[in-house]
């Protein structure tokens, strides 16, 4: 397999579809908060796989599990119990308000399962015309056809059409506005307690609680997808948790296994119930291996109080950020370590410039950086990475 960067990026070229806008480096190494690429050039990684490698690269105990495992069974069926499926299954409902876990393989297909539990609790509850899912604007819920449907962002749906019928759209935030859509048709309101790729834009307070008020007075579910504010990143196991409202369902994925593909759907058991033999599958979902690192993951977070390191460190970030002080940076805003930096400039020239500079961030929406490194990032790597965006943005011009 070829390491030299200049034949790889003329072979990406060649060879991969062209669906994602890629910079131009090949990381081949990771450790911690740091990865390498094929050059041998390190970088802070404040990516951190867009909140998957919450552990960090490489955790002794993640590399333990994936070993261990990978010599005793990858995969079987769900045709047959899976012990790894079912402590997963525990652990995530001994932490959380759920009864019941289902998995599958990524976030798009967590919320998929999401959708089609909400329609059809509705069916078996006597209400088949109750199909509408409200959710909204800015919101990221996938890329398959349900989820994507319950995306409403032009840049995604752009060609796709038609969409999945019975979503209806409300602006982020506004309470009045979700009660005049609600009616008899609605099954269920699915929403980011905080908005990972529309922006940074955190619940404002009494948000969550006043849809948990709309879904009880209407008879509808609520859908929290913690796909990527779950998992300890806004410093809390579940960001819902920052407002003391619970949903009836959530979704998953992400930071669950650290970048082995996984993803969760997690209910009360009053919903739970409508998914019955053949009502929904995968093959691939809850296998032993990714059920296996999902355990070391989640126990590993508990033993190293991750999430409660993610409100700590999340915090320093942001107020340093705050610090630099530059007319450059219009907001900070965020929960734990996801974070965005609300910018007078276009977000991409300066997640080139970080980039040069040895950081790795990325983008939410056209003006922010974003910033959503490993959980186990210390506190000295902060400092650097807010030092090279402090330098980018004294030289770059909006
Ligand atoms: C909130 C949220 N939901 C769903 C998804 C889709 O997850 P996946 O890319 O694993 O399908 C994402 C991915 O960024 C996300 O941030």
Known sequence: MSQDTKTLLEWADRYLMTNYARAPLCLVRGEGARVWDTDGKEYLDFVGGIAVDALGHSHPKIVGAIREQATALLHVSNLYQIPSQIHLAKLLVEHSFADRAFFCNSGTEANEAAIKLARKHATDTGSSDRTDIITMR??????????LSATPNEKYQHGFHPLLPGFKY???GDLTAVERAMDGRTAAILVEPIQGEGG??????????GLRRLCDHHGALLIFDEVQTGMGRTGRLWAHEHWGVAPDVMTLAKALASGIPIGAMVAKEFCARAIVPGSHGTTFGGNPFATTVGIATFTTMLEEKLPERAGRLGGYLMDRLRSIGLPAIKEVRGKGLLVGVD???PANAVVTACREQGLLVLTAGDAIVRMTPPLVVEEADVDRAVEIVRTVLT????
């Open 170 to 172: 409300v602006p982020f």
């Open 138 to 147: 800015g919101a990221f819920h996938g890329r398959t056809m349900g989820a």
């Open 343 to 345: 910018l007078d400039r």
């Open 200 to 209: 940074v834009n955190v619940a404002p307070d009494g948000y969550l609680a």
């Open 395 to 398: 030289r770059s011009a909006p």
